[in-house]
């Protein structure tokens, strides 16, 4: 079984470093990923697509617009807007 990490405090303590000796022998191996991992991180892939794919780039004439097309945007992610992981 592998497991990620990104590095937290909490992941990178004395007591968790102590603890992944224990996990190694039970097959489970730890997998430090690097500090910022955008690909990894769903919230950051959903605004990439909607930045660069789906919103228009009229939306950016005014703040109203802005605002009225990031609306649709979101009111459409799931349905016309589908993100794909496979």
Not at 59 to 80: H, I, T
Request: aromatic letters at 14%.
């Amino acid at each position: 079984m592998c497991q990620k990490i990104d590095n937290s405090p909490l992941q990178t303590s004395h007591k968790f470093n102590e603890k992944s000796i224990e996990w190694n022998s039970n097959n489970i191996i730890i997998i430090p990923i690097s500090r910022y991992s955008p690909e990894l991180n769903i919230i950051a892939i959903l605004w990439r697509k909607i930045k660069y794919e789906w919103l228009p780039f009229s939306a950016y004439d005014s703040f109203e617009k802005l605002e009225a097309e990031w609306d649709s945007v979101l009111s459409m992610v799931g349905k016309e807007y589908v993100i794909n992981f496979s």
